[in-house]
């Protein structure tokens, strides 16, 4: 059976393209969807992608993953990346391999960039490659699929 990641983002994403380009690109989350998907192919795996702006639905997709037979997880939260102590309990809760994404550095920002609440329930951050940080998180929880026993 295929490996299958769901890619979650949070938001404000869906305005990607037009939101603050200087900081977070031209392309469209769309356009971001579609490079994961193509390089999901060439890895063997699939793909499913989703966007909301509001926490619960977050929550909510986070905690039905593992049900929904997801292996790995992509996770960009946006602005609760810094705040939500209710998607770190998810990524806690649903304990599969998780991956934190952003388009930007959130650590050459603002301050109150700097503080990740998620990032305690990830194996890894990929930030600052605009949306090539997609597909290198994508490529990075790939491999670590690939070796179980280093998120056991
Ligand atoms: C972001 C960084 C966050 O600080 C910000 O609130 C976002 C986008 C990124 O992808 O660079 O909405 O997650």
Request: hydrophobic residues 40%; charged residues 25%.
């Given at each position: 059976?295929?490996?299958?990641?769901?890619?979650?983002?949070?938001?404000?994403?869906?305005?990607?393209g037009?939101?603050?380009?200087?900081?977070?690109?031209?392309?469209?989350?769309?356009?971001v969807?579609?490079?994961?998907?193509?390089?999901?192919?060439?890895?063997?795996?699939?793909?499913?992608?989703?966007?909301s702006?509001?926490?619960?639905?977050?929550?909510?997709?986070?905690?039905g993953?593992?049900?929904?037979?997801?292996a790995?997880?992509?996770?960009?939260?946006?602005?609760?990346?810094?705040?939500?102590?209710?998607?770190?309990?998810?990524?806690?809760?649903?304990?599969?391999?998780?991956?934190?994404?952003?388009?930007?550095?959130?650590?050459g920002?603002?301050?109150f960039r700097r503080?990740?609440?998620?990032?305690?329930?990830?194996?890894?951050?990929?930030?600052?490659?605009?949306?090539?940080?997609?597909?290198?998180?994508l490529?990075?929880l790939?491999?670590?699929l690939?070796?179980?026993?280093?998120?056991?």
């Amino acid at each position: 059976m295929t490996t299958r990641i769901l890619c979650i983002s949070g938001p404000n994403l869906q305005l990607l393209g037009t939101r603050e380009p200087e900081v977070y690109g031209r392309e469209t989350l769309a356009d971001v969807h579609a490079r994961l998907e193509k390089r999901a192919r060439a890895l063997g795996v699939t793909v499913e992608a989703r966007q909301s702006n509001h926490e619960g639905a977050l929550v909510d997709w986070i905690g039905g993953a593992r049900e929904g037979g997801f292996a790995g997880l992509l996770v960009n939260p946006g602005a609760y990346t810094h705040t939500s102590i209710a998607i770190l309990d998810a990524l806690r809760a649903v304990a599969l391999p998780c991956v934190e994404v952003h388009l930007s550095n959130p650590d050459g920002r603002e301050p109150f960039r700097r503080r990740s609440y998620v990032a305690r329930a990830c194996i890894g951050r990929v930030a600052g490659f605009g949306a090539d940080s997609y597909e290198l998180a994508l490529d990075g929880l790939v491999r670590s699929l690939a070796r179980p026993r280093s998120h056991a």
